[in-house]
């Protein structure tokens, strides 16, 4: 057999050959790809092998719940997306180091499955909630000094302020009855506080430490206005001004003017608008009044019903011993 039919008779195997491996080749089926693949982690790695991801089931996490956790180039955690083992959803971002938390976001936190974002900074923070009792927004220093808004659920905002140690306070609110303003001193060294009612009444109260060195101020839509400053009162309205100067226990030693507080004998006289200067003992018995008023005995004792005279003295004198 010549040269040229040998290679045209090998040329005739090799394509035969071919055809054969091409048609077993196409005869023979993928394997199937798995539908469901399961595991208790899995890990995000690079070309040399370091780990740069971890998808994790719950009890993998620290956080009691499934969670995929996100390394830096140290091996750091630095950022944090899953469950806790209460069901609540948490987004965590820590600082490059992986030890200090910088941002995170919870929702579904209890009480009331609420929102909540928080920052941190150099040992400042700031944080924003939103759930089933309100609305708030607060911002905090290392320090104590505090700024906090807040709308509640029945829809009234406040606006908080603390000072430095948490000492000096502010609030401001706008309550069902109206605006409320108030303002406390270091160490609680005094408080003032401010409202303004529904009705249109107005009041301003300030009150020095332990409760002493109070005074006040009131007015009302009916024309009725009280000043009191320790233990003097200053009253007007309905055309009966009048001044009260009170004791330590409470009882009226001072009145002037047209008042119903003046003396309880004036009072149950019927004499209560009548203008005059009136001065009391310690049982709130008028000792000294002009013009003289006369009112009946309330006890044993009793008041002289004749009546007093300008400058005169009570004849009711306590029994003498036998």
């Not at 394509?15 to 693949?37: D, F, H, R, T």
């Not at 956790?69 to 820590?94: Q, T, W």
């Not at 003097?232 to 009882?251: C, F, I, Q």
Request: proline letters at 6%; glycine letters at 16%; hydrophobic letters at 40%.
């Amino acid at each position: 057999m010549s040269r040229g039919r040998w290679l045209v008779a090998l040329a005739f195997v090799c394509v035969v050959v071919a055809a054969a491996a091409l048609a077993y080749g196409a005869g023979k089926a993928e394997p199937a790809a798995p539908k469901v693949v399961r595991a208790q982690v899995f890990e995000l790695v690079d070309p040399s092998g370091k780990v740069w991801g971890r998808l994790s089931a719950p009890g993998k996490t620290g956080e009691g719940g499934a969670g995929l956790v996100l390394f830096g180039p140290h091996g750091k955690d630095r950022l944090f997306v899953g469950l806790r083992g209460n069901g609540e959803a948490l987004i965590r971002l820590r600082d490059a180091s992986g030890s200090k938390s910088m941002a995170q976001i919870n929702v579904g936190r209890p009480p009331g499955d609420a929102a909540h974002l928080m920052l941190w900074h150099r040992g400042e923070r700031a944080e924003v909630t939103c759930g089933e009792y309100g609305s708030s927004v607060m911002l905090l220093r290392p320090d104590g000094t505090l700024a906090r808004t807040s709308v509640d659920s029945s829809g009234m905002p406040a606006l908080h302020l603390v000072g430095e140690n948490s000492e000096a306070e502010a609030m401001l609110s706008v309550q069902s009855e109206g605006p409320w303003l108030t303002l406390q001193g270091r160490d609680r060294a005094g408080v003032i506080d401010a409202r303004v009612g529904s009705s249109g009444e107005m009041s301003l109260a300030m009150i020095g430490k332990g409760g002493g060195a109070q005074a006040g101020m009131s007015t009302y839509p009916n024309g009725f206005a009280h000043l009191g400053v320790g233990k003097v009162d200053l009253r007007s309205g309905d055309g009966s001004p009048s001044l009260v100067m009170y004791d330590d226990e409470g009882k009226t030693r001072v009145a002037l003017g047209k008042t119903v507080i003046a003396a309880p004998q004036a009072v149950d006289a019927g004499l209560a608008s009548e203008w005059s200067l009136l001065f009391s003992d310690e049982n709130e018995r008028v000792i000294w009044s002009a013009p003289p008023i006369s009112v009946p005995a309330h006890d044993s004792c009793g008041v002289d019903g004749g009546g007093h005279k300008p400058g005169a003295v009570s004849e009711c004198e306590p029994e003498g011993p036998g």
